[in-house]
Every structure is written in structure tokens, then in C-alpha cells.
């Protein structure tokens, strides 16, 4: 059977008292010289600590591609060819961001089409949150400088004429643009929060579940993170973890693996969840679960949160004028 945990569009924080809270915290941190502490994590029981975006009302750079076909089938299979919008030219780095903007551009290297979505903070609504990307291409769009959200690669998707439709992973309502409206888990998360303190921009992967290898490289600014250019870090590089997935925890679609949920979701045990008595971090060990899921998810993903204490190695920063480019894809 497939599982699906839709994550509320407004949610209660259970690992910080809120974002302000957090950024405060990280503040203090930096300023002991103890490296960042840990952005909000969105948990794989649907606990979200980033604020549910507001209807879009700004403007994005790309312009939004115009779904064509009929509606979509109730069960559609995964596939790398199922979709019906039309393919847009690559526009790489030619969006210029200006004052008060930044520029983030997803790369696709993958054999399938994507199809990036944003679901934002309300206080920097964007005008677009869907794209599309075909294999092998770019999209550059640009973001507002306190710009505090999420993005995340769909999968799959049809969608007729209004934009309505279905995407086998990340699904958000069935919509191409999705709003306000939140992801379907297991999707791969990118999440930032910009000029958060000081200047200073703070960003991660969140593998809350997984549908898409990905990792995110800043360009222009100033960082001590060192994420090459190709997704690696000295703990190893990105890979496909639903090569990997332990069987317990796969999405399949029509016999066929499509995401790989968290042992909290599938679960659903205060110890796989971090919470109750094991809610604090010296509790929450993976080491100490029944089995460690968590170093599977951080095997393929060294860069990204593999459960919610795991910021040591997951949150970055970058000082100045930072863009980012979020890649979709393994390691070289």
C-alpha cells in the first residue's frame, strides 16, 4: 500500500518556539564562535516550523509556463516523460536581481522533468510558486531579500488547461501553482531564511522524506561552507537514496518506488519522532532506535538534516550579496 502524510499548510512548532526564536539563537551561537544552531525542521509528522505562505502577490522573474493538457488521472505512474506543460527555454544566470532581490536558479542534471514549488513566507509573497524544468535545463527566479521559505522538486505531474492536476511526489493540492497550499510528503527540501541576522542568510536541506537527490551551492557572498560545486562535503556526496531505501519506509506507485518516507512518518513513535521523553537532544540519538534510519538518509544526503537534531552538519550561512543554485541530481 502507498502512504501519504499531507503536512498542514499552517502547523504548530514542536523543536523551537518559532523561527524569531531560532534565528536569536543562532545569533548567540555565531557570536560565541560555536558554529549555527539549527534552523526550524519540518518533521515528517507534519510539524512545520516555517509560517504557511500567504496567496502570491509580488513578482518572480521566469514566466509561468502554460499547462495545455486534460486533467490528470486519478493514479498517474511515475514516469519521466508524464507531463503536458510546455518546455521553457533555459535561463541559467541571465535573471538579474536588483536592489532588494536575489537570484535562485534550479539545475536540473536528471533524466526527468521537475517541477519546483515554493510555498513561502506570507510577509514576502512571491507572484509564482510553480515552475517547471525540463531534464537537463535551468530556471532562474528571483526572490525578495527577507525572503523565509521553502522549495522543493515535484515529480510526475499533469495538469489540464486551469492548472489543476496531480504529481505523483510533492503534490501540493493539485494545483501547478500551489499557493499557500503545502507538499505531500516524502519530498526533498530546500529551505532558506535570508538576511535572517546580521546579513547573514541561513540555509539547509531538509530531508523530510525524499523524492530527489539535491543539494545547494551559493554564489557571490561570503561563507566557511564548503559544498562543492558538485554536491560533496568531506562526509561524502549526494546520491540517490531511493537506491538505498529500506523497504519498510518506500513510496511506491503502481509497484514502483517513487520517495522514501522517515522512520517517524511511517512509524509514527515518539522516539522515531524525537518526541515526548525522547524530545530533547540528548535524548533524540538515532544510534539508539530501533534501527538508525537516519544514517541511511544521511549516507546519500551529507549535506541534509537527516532527523531534527542534526544541524551540525546541515545548516549553512552565507554573508553579502548571496544567490543560490539548487541542483536536482547525484553527485558527478
Not at 518533521?43 to 521566469?62: E, I, Q, R, V, Y
Not at 486533467?71 to 544566470?93: D, F, I, M, R
Not at 539535491?214 to 559544498?227: C, E, L, Q, S, Y
Amino acid at each position: 500500500m502507498r502512504h501519504r502524510s499531507r503536512r498542514p499548510s499552517l502547523a504548530v512548532p514542536v523543536v523551537a518556539t518559532g523561527l524569531l526564536a531560532v534565528v536569536l539563537g543562532v545569533a548567540l551561537v555565531v557570536m560565541s564562535m560555536q558554529g549555527p544552531a539549527p534552523l526550524p525542521f519540518l518533521t515528517a509528522s507534519g510539524a512545520s516550523m516555517l509560517p504557511s505562505a500567504a496567496a502570491p502577490s509580488s513578482s518572480a522573474a521566469t514566466p509561468t509556463p502554460t499547462p495545455t493538457a486534460s486533467a490528470a488521472p486519478s493514479t498517474p505512474k511515475p514516469s519521466a516523460t508524464t507531463t503536458t506543460l510546455p518546455t521553457p527555454k533555459p535561463t541559467g544566470s541571465s535573471v538579474v536581481a536588483a536592489a532588494g532581490e536575489r537570484v535562485i536558479t534550479f539545475v536540473n542534471t536528471t533524466s526527468q522533468t521537475i517541477w519546483p514549488a515554493a510555498q513561502a513566507d506570507p510577509k514576502a509573497p512571491l507572484a509564482q510558486t510553480g515552475w517547471v524544468v525540463p531534464p537537463g535545463g535551468s530556471v532562474s527566479i528571483l526572490m525578495p531579500d527577507n525572503w523565509n521559505g521553502r522549495l522543493w522538486g515535484r515529480t510526475g505531474c499533469v495538469f489540464n488547461s486551469s492548472g489543476d492536476g496531480h504529481c505523483v511526489t510533492g503534490d501540493c493540492d493539485g494545483h501547478f501553482q500551489c499557493g499557500s497550499a503545502g507538499s505531500v510528503s516524502p519530498e526533498t527540501l530546500a529551505e532558506f531564511d535570508l538576511d535572517a541576522w546580521d546579513g547573514m542568510d541561513f540555509y539547509d536541506v531538509n530531508l523530510d522524506g525524499f523524492n530527489l537527490p539535491m543539494w545547494v551551492n551559493h554564489t557571490g557572498g561570503t561563507t566557511p561552507d564548503k559544498i562543492s560545486s558538485t554536491g560533496c562535503v568531506p562526509a561524502g556526496c549526494t546520491h540517490n537514496l531511493l537506491a538505498t531505501c529500506p523497504s519498510v519506509l518506500q513510496d511506491k506507485v503502481n509497484g514502483v518506488e517513487v520517495g522514501c518516507f522517515t522512520a517517524c512518518n511511517v512509524f509514527g513513535t515518539d522516539q522515531y519522532c524525537c518526541a515526548g521523553a525522547w524530545s530533547s537532544r540528548a535524548a533524540c540519538q538515532p544510534t539508539k532506535w530501533p534501527v538508525d534510519y537516519a544514517a541511511i538518509f544521511k549516507a546519500a544526503e551529507p549535506t541534509g538534516y537527516s532527523y531534527v537534531y542534526d544541524d551540525a552538519t546541515s545548516v549553512f550561512t552565507c554573508s553579502g550579496d548571496c544567490n543560490y543554485r539548487i541542483t536536482f541530481g547525484v553527485s558527478p
